[in-house]
């Protein structure tokens, strides 16, 4: 049986590569048979209060402070930053595997222990309160990479993880999300996102995702580099990680799930202009990265718009909006999941420009970035080779700029 108390030290890792221990984490109550009688807590160490690279690790939730801070999310037992360091659907089952309780009852807690510091963004986590010596690197070789895609066929199609795995226990679960995904090394860093075997046409969602990245850096948005290549003739999409940065470190990523304390699948796009209000380095020019990326949402049928997919990274500057992920056009419901002037469904010009004030903007200011988006997209559907894929799109953009 597992552990009923997780003790763990939280470190940084700074721009220059740098280490340093940020803080104590206790979660107890873990043999609970239930979600819900979690209880976590965190406090900062001393010695991080008095550095001079400080920074809070959740601005929103975080706050400096000498005292012990609880964690607000007893299903979980751990505070929305840490949460954001594990995996997603994909990667969990990877991790506790590798840990060797998957056949046991665990909680993100014992899967939080067993990442330690093979995750993404800059924090680390040991049951050593030692410093660590070295930034582990968790990445796949770009030359595996084919075997890599053979073994995660493999992983997928099992009930339970096949005892032959190689390259997925190594790096294969850091990376969030539900879909398989890794990351690699290649002249630089990258995840890779490939299609799952239970796709029915297994090329389509690459093809998809890599279109509204390319839609999104002609609107605008930033936009990590990115690139297709084919592995053995499967697709695979590389993008650039923005989380390390060039000097060997790495940089702090926070949700606005955990920015907002809330469940991922309920907001709105207003609810996160104030947290970028407060907490950006940038407040205006972010603003309107958020707008636009809420409008391409809509136009190209991207209705994974949770709140895990959008972010705030932080730099030398401070926090700021991140680079875009997971611009994906989805057919698998017709509803967005943060609602736009109240609504997820058949949305028009008119509940853009009524977002748009709850935003800051004026009614000209929202029509002359709507009418801007509609022209740049003139042309898009060269990007998709599926017919009904472009249907949709196209119904969904025609609903949207009707009334330009």
Request: glycine share 8%; hydrophobic share 40%; proline share 5%.
């Amino acid at each position: 049986m597992l552990a009923s108390t997780v003790n763990l030290y939280v470190f940084v890792v700074l721009d220059d590569g740098r280490i340093i221990r940020a803080g104590r984490l206790l979660v107890e109550n873990l043999h609970m048979a239930f979600r819900g009688g979690y209880k976590g807590v965190f406090q900062y160490d001393p010695d991080y209060l008095n550095h001079k690279d400080r920074y809070a690790l959740d601005p929103a939730n975080l706050y400096f402070s000498a005292k012990t801070i609880y964690a607000r999310r007893p299903e979980y037992g751990l505070h929305g930053v840490f949460i954001d360091s594990l995996p997603g659907r994909w990667g969990k089952r990877l991790l506790a595997y590798k840990a060797g309780f998957h056949e046991q009852h665990y909680t993100p807690a014992h899967l939080l222990e067993a990442l330690g510091n093979t995750g993404i963004g800059a924090l680390l986590y040991s049951n050593n309160p030692n410093i660590p010596s070295a930034l582990k690197d968790p990445s796949i070789g770009f030359h595996d990479l084919a075997e890599v895609l053979d073994e995660a066929a493999s992983y997928e199609s099992s009930d339970s993880a096949p005892v032959e795995l190689k390259f997925l226990i190594t790096g294969g679960y850091s990376a969030g999300g539900a879909r398989p995904k890794l990351l690699v090394k290649k002249e630089g860093y990258y995840l890779a996102k490939f299609s799952s075997i239970h796709d029915r046409t297994p090329s389509l969602h690459v093809e998809l995702e890599a279109a509204g990245l390319e839609l999104g850096r002609r609107i605008g948005l930033e936009i990590p580099d990115f690139e297709v290549c084919r592995i053995h003739q499967r697709p695979v999409l590389l993008i650039k990680r923005f989380d390390v940065t060039p000097g060997g470190g790495r940089r702090a990523l926070l949700s606005f799930a955990s920015l907002l304390n809330t469940d991922p699948g309920f907001g709105t796009y207003s609810a996160m202009t104030e947290v970028l209000r407060r907490h950006s380095q940038q407040p205006r020019t972010d603003l309107e990265q958020l707008f636009k990326q809420m409008i391409i949402n809509v136009a190209i049928h991207n209705t994974d718009d949770h709140l895990q997919n959008f972010s705030m990274i932080h730099d030398s500057g401070g926090w700021r909006l991140s680079p875009v992920y997971d611009l994906t056009p989805s057919f698998l419901q017709n509803e967005q999941v943060l609602l736009v002037d109240g609504q997820t469904k058949n949305i028009t010009t008119g509940n853009i420009i009524n977002e748009g004030k709850l935003f800051g903007f004026s009614r000209p200011k929202t029509l002359e970035i709507v009418d801007s988006i509609q022209k740049t997209l003139v042309g898009w559907s060269d990007l998709i080779t599926d017919e009904y894929a472009r249907k949709q799109i196209s119904l969904k953009m025609s609903q949207l700029f009707r009334d330009i």
